[in-house]
């Protein structure tokens, strides 16, 4: 379990890699992507939280797979998915589209559509003097997500929708891939020293058994070779060569 406290989000580790985060105010907590139940349940009945709000990026098994349990347990829950999503979340009950804003334990948080991984994979965004941006599979420290359903104009242009966004932004997403990221992009930039600086960081922090994430905007336009891609042209081909790497 990972702990922030800039804006008290804890993130549970499942599965071989996935990370659920708990975004926790006062005695309410809003879970992104429970692709398991089981630890969300526990670590809210330890607490004594109640659940307020079940983010979904996308509608992925390993986001979506501990959601309807957690129905069960909190009836009244808000599911918040894509309106484009309906067949694949049919438990969402707070249908959302690109550009809303929603009220979150007292704070305001924006959709922000980003497809390319799927075609209707959406982001949560929360401005304010420490921004935070759930990506889902969407954008991860070194890499981004895998291009399943969507283009790869669809997936470049997300990454430039995110880009915009305040430089101090903490980015949580959800899996933990950033080591085989950084080894990928070393392969490609050898004699990039804020890679390589990276990559030492990465495994410090992997030997303390920490999470990699989340990461900042700001630093990851410095050793994301996807946002420092200058063109279509560029994103492409690393889109390709990363998937082709082993």
Known sequence: ??????????GLRVLSDNIIWLWVKDKSVVVVDPSVHEPVIRYINENNFQLEAILQTHHHSDHIGGTKSLIE???????IASSKEKKRIPFQNVSVEDGE??????????IIEVLGHT???IAFFLNGENP???IGDTLFSGGCGRIFEGTYKQMYSSLDRIKSLPKNTLIYCA???TKGNILWALNLKPKD????????EVEKKLSL????IPFSLDEEMKINLFLRSKNLEEFTFLRANKDLWV
Do not use: C
Not at 1 to 10: D, G
Not at 73 to 79: A, L, N
Not at 209 to 212: D, I, K, P, R, Y
């Open 1 to 10: 379990m990972e702990f922030n406290k800039a804006r008290n989000i804890i």
């Open 73 to 79: 347990r909190w009836p009244s829950v808000k599911v």
């Open 101 to 110: 804003t929603l009220s979150i334990l007292g704070e305001d948080v924006k």
């Open 119 to 121: 075609s209707s994979h």
């Open 132 to 134: 935070v941006l759930f």
């Open 175 to 177: 899996h933990e891939y």
């Open 193 to 200: 020293q804020d890679i390589k600086n990276k990559l030492l």
């Open 209 to 212: 058994n920490e999470l990699t």
